[in-house]
């Protein structure tokens, strides 16, 4: 079974621009959320979607959207890019809510110019 | 909300030898579930470990067991004979019962295996 699939895995952008994300579920897997990884603020939670609607949101701005699709793959967006935003975006999918085991994705790096 | 905290943010240990992370956690859910994951050079999260809180039984997997110390809010992970592949970032994170603020972690421990 193929894993958590993140596109592109690196990425370099400058102040302004905005980015789109892309995550790809382990088969079967309904519930995708994301997580910033950055050495400073170490993971934190962004969101996570299940059946295409959005479950719940961490603490960032409203620049940080996402989506999830019917085939349960996801994308996240982050618009007008600061330089504070260069950071491993994760994805993780998950089969059951709530208990059910993170299943990451490899990441993709964004670097912000 | 909960947090998490790791207090060593690296640690070395012998091959063979065992070694234990530290881990203390804050939540105020009386349900919730605690997890060690692990992230190799590669970068790809995976789970250790997961204890559910209100099993009194440490959990274990192979050569990976915790120390759940529920009033003491502590959530050690222990790694016996230590092998080279374990070399990795070691995250202790917190999950209330219903999900809904996603997995709070802790800032990680550099594991370093001395062969």
């Known amino acids: 079974k193929a894993g958590v699939t993140q596109t592109p895995r690196y990425l370099i952008k400058t102040r302004g621009q905005q980015v789109t994300l892309s995550c790809s579920p382990i088969?079967?897997?309904?519930?995708v959320s994301w997580y910033q990884q950055t050495p400073g603020q170490g993971l934190q939670f962004l969101f996570e979607?299940?059946?295409?609607?959005?479950?719940n949101k961490g603490n960032f701005p409203g620049r940080f959207s996402g989506r999830q699709f019917s085939n349960s793959r996801s994308e996240m967006n982050v618009s007008t890019l600061e330089l504070g935003d260069s950071a491993l975006y994760l994805c993780?999918?998950?089969?059951?809510?709530?208990?059910?085991?993170?299943?990451f994705g490899e990441g993709s790096r964004l670097t912000v110019l | 909300a909960q947090t998490v905290t790791q207090s060593q943010p690296e640690m070395s240990v012998q091959e063979a030898e065992t070694v234990t992370l530290s881990c203390t956690y804050d939540?105020?859910?009386?349900?919730?579930?605690l997890f060690w994951y692990k992230q190799p050079p590669s970068r790809q999260m995976i789970l250790v470990i997961r204890?559910?809180?209100?099993?009194?039984q440490n959990a274990t997997e192979n050569r990976f067991s915790v120390n759940f110390q529920k009033a003491a809010k502590s959530f050690s992970l222990k790694i016996s004979d230590s092998q080279l592949g374990d070399a990795a970032m070691y995250f202790c994170?917190?999950?209330?019962?219903?999900?809904?603020?996603?997995?709070?972690f802790g800032k990680g421990t550099h594991l370093i295996i001395q062969p």
């Open positions: 993780a999918s998950r089969l059951r809510l709530n208990t059910g085991e993170l299943f």
């Open positions: 088969s079967g897997h309904r519930s």
């Open positions: 979607y299940f059946s295409e609607t959005q479950r």
């Open positions: 939540t105020s859910e009386s349900d919730y579930y």
């Open positions: 204890q559910e809180a209100y099993k009194q």
């Open positions: 994170a917190c999950q209330s019962g219903g999900g809904a603020d996603g997995l709070t």
